[in-house]
């Protein structure tokens, strides 16, 4: 699980983002390849949006709407957790 977007590095505008989303990436990857079953939970687009890509993620005005926003990405991805928890 992320708080942060897992995008591609050379997306981030910021170098130490983009340090900790390569590790990051690697490291999914290493579990991956050694036949894991991962299922990786990231913030979604509504997300990113209110919290400005992550920038305003302290912004405690936000809370309630991000807790909706939270929410609601964790009904749709339930099924997938289920599915990777059980296997």
Sequence with gaps: MSCFALEGVGEIKNPDMATIN???????????????????????????????????MLDGRLGPEAFRIGYAQALQEAEDIRLTWNS
């Design 22 to 56: 390569a590790a990051q990436i690697a490291e999914l990857g290493a579990l991956r390849n050694a036949t894991s079953t991962l299922a990786v939970i990231a913030p979604n687009e509504a997300f990113l949006t209110l919290t400005h890509r992550g920038a305003a």
